[in-house]
């Protein structure tokens, strides 16, 4: 609309035809934006958006796409996920109740790929540096931010289990030694007391929150009964007569493997024991058993006396979602060596992480045959504070997918050959790491 000037006679757009031009712009800006978003350009993206939000600062659309647009400007010197979950509240905010359901679930899909792509890449980026005490304390800090995202998503998103999932994936990957690589060679980082304890709090809470959304995920408890009934009684009786004729089945199928060797497939479908966990995350699944403390007894060292020395040793299978075979399967095994004169390779003066010994070959003793891991794989040295009289030792490990196959062609001792120590297993450890075996090779599935 336009209207004539009083003084000047001049023509004068009016600012209702203004906001209409405006509007009608606002349709070409959100193509514009979308295009810009799909051909990767997020920097021009949110600016379209942003010109949309101008016009229209509710607009539901310009609002999820600019904070995708944020998200995945996100780089290791730039943290921009809180300003995309922010944007998301928004988004949610302007949506009609018809689209609300469809922006939440767009918010999920986008702050769980786009955090995770700022994890993975500020992890790559920083870790040869991880020997460097500030940028090491740089990385805790940027796992600090990242949780407080997943605080601030559920808040956002509390009847998302992804987001949960997402949380209990980042803690789970920073609650084991952490291996980089520097100048070729392998090494490993821990976190510091304090820090596990909070990633074990959140953890906690990330896990109570699953377990009400899904009761399924919860672990089963005991069911204890207040009294006894006849019925009660008359179950009891039957359980007894079946656990004795399923006792006399398995001595029969006892008796039929010590006649025939054991044929291992990758594909059969056993029933797990406890130490060996399968953990389903958004993008990945992990095998994992746990921790085998291998103590005194069972250590043999070539130079010293063992005192109260002990190894632990832990297996962990990688696999993507889709893949029917593990990507990575990492041997991790700990020697605590409060005498500093057993198994360990440089002598330590402090507590930072040494240089380490040059590679060495270990060897894994089954009743099929040898696996030898025949890399230069590395250890370090270190002590948790300056004051703790007890060093630590860590041997990381690639474990082959070939080697992983011997395990499971016959129960039996496992044995690990070192340069100056021997470690067996006892008959419960082996049969742990046997199941984890069978387990990992079909990726933790039925």
């Not at 019925?231 to 399923?246: P, R, T």
């Not at 054991?262 to 958004?282: I, M």
């Not at 095998?287 to 040793?313: D, G, Q, T």
């Amino acid at each position: 609309m336009t209207v004539n000037c009083m003084y000047c006679g001049a023509s004068v757009i009016v600012r209702e035809a203004i906001q209409t031009a405006a509007v009608a712009s606002v349709p070409n800006l959100l193509r514009l934006a979308n295009t810009a978003a799909l051909s990767g350009n997020y920097h021009e993206a949110y600016n379209y958006f942003t010109k949309v939000l101008e016009y229209d600062s509710h607009n539901s659309e310009a609002w999820a796409g600019k904070a995708e647009a944020a998200g995945w400007q996100s780089c290791p010197n730039g943290f921009r996920i809180p300003e995309m979950i922010n944007y998301f509240s928004n988004a949610i905010e302007g949506a009609s109740e018809e689209a609300k359901e469809n922006v939440k679930s767009r918010a999920t899909l986008s702050i769980c790929k786009i955090t995770t792509h700022y994890y993975k890449g500020m992890r790559t980026a920083l870790s040869p540096a991880f020997a460097d005490g500030t940028t090491w304390t740089t990385y805790l800090n940027k796992i600090g931010d990242l949780i407080k995202c997943i605080d601030q998503a559920n808040n956002l998103l509390p009847e998302s289990k992804d987001v949960l999932v997402l949380g209990n994936y980042l803690i789970d990957d920073n609650s084991r030694p952490i291996p980089y690589l520097l100048s070729g060679k392998r090494y490993a980082r821990y976190l510091p007391a304090n820090w596990q304890s909070f990633l074990d709090q959140r953890r906690s809470v990330y896990s109570e929150k699953l377990w009400v959304l899904d009761p399924s995920l919860r672990p089963a408890t005991p069911v204890r009964s207040s009294g006894i009934s006849d019925a009660y009684v008359y179950w009891l009786v039957i359980g007894g007569v079946v656990l004795v004729l399923f006792l006399v089945v398995l001595m029969i199928v006892a008796m039929s493997n010590n006649t025939e060797r054991r044929s291992f497939s990758p594909n059969k479908v056993e029933q797990l024991p406890p130490e060996v966990h399968v953990k389903r995350y958004a993008n990945t699944i992990d095998v994992e058993h746990e921790k085998i403390r291998i103590y005194p007894a069972n250590i043999k060292l070539a130079k010293s006396s063992m005192l109260n020395e002990w190894f632990e040793l832990e297996h962990t299978a990688s696999c993507s979602n889709n893949g029917s075979t593990p990507k990575a399967v990492v041997m991790t095994l700990m020697h605590e060596t409060p005498s500093k004169s057993g198994w360990h390779f440089p002598s330590a003066t402090s507590t930072k992480l040494i240089e380490p010994n040059a590679g060495f070959t270990v060897t894994l003793k089954l009743q099929s045959g040898d696996a030898v891991f025949n890399k230069a794989h590395q250890l370090d040295l270190r002590k948790d504070s300056a004051s703790d009289p007890t060093f630590y030792e860590t041997f990381i490990a690639d474990v082959s997918l070939d080697t992983l196959k011997k395990f499971g062609d016959q129960p039996g001792a496992v044995i690990y050959e070192l340069p100056g120590a021997q470690l067996t297993l006892t008959p419960k450890q082996s049969a742990t790491l046997y199941a984890f075996a069978h387990a990992a090779l079909r990726c933790g599935r039925e």
